[in-house]
């Protein structure tokens, strides 16, 4: 596949199965977005989950701070998985709201890990919602996705 070559933007079953056990198999995503001061803040997330074939979801539990109060300003994301058995590397690319759906919240939170919803028994937190724009895909398989 040549550099300007891309597939459409969906996530596949490989994906869905690489993030849906990534708690269990301890291979967090890795979140990436930018601080107030200008740096890059990287924070490794238990509760990233698909939401959709071009959505990623988390679950923030400081509704005001960190991740929740970043995307209010700068959206734009990076979320990277990481497999090293396998091989496999997947980078997410997109732009994150955080949801005032109820809807989406119940969703989010009980798609969350048992001791990731036991670190906000209250639910305080907030979900955040990622628009997938690019996945890049290296190691066993090795691709570029990216909406039209």
Known sequence: MSADTYLPLEVDQDMRTAIGGAFES???VTVGSLG???YAHISRRG???VYGDQQLASWARKRDDGLARAVASRPELTLLYVDMRVPQLYTFYGKAEVSS???VADTV???SPER???QD???T???VIVELERIEALGASRFVMKRP
Request: hydrophobic share 20%.
């Open 125 to 127: 937190g907030v979900p």
């Open 26 to 28: 301890r291979n967090f």
């Open 36 to 38: 107030d001061d200008g």
């Open 109 to 111: 939170y009980a798609n």
């Open 101 to 103: 759906d109820p809807r």
């Open 121 to 123: 028994p209250e639910r």
């Open 47 to 49: 509760t990233v989950q």
């Open 116 to 118: 990731e919803r036991a």
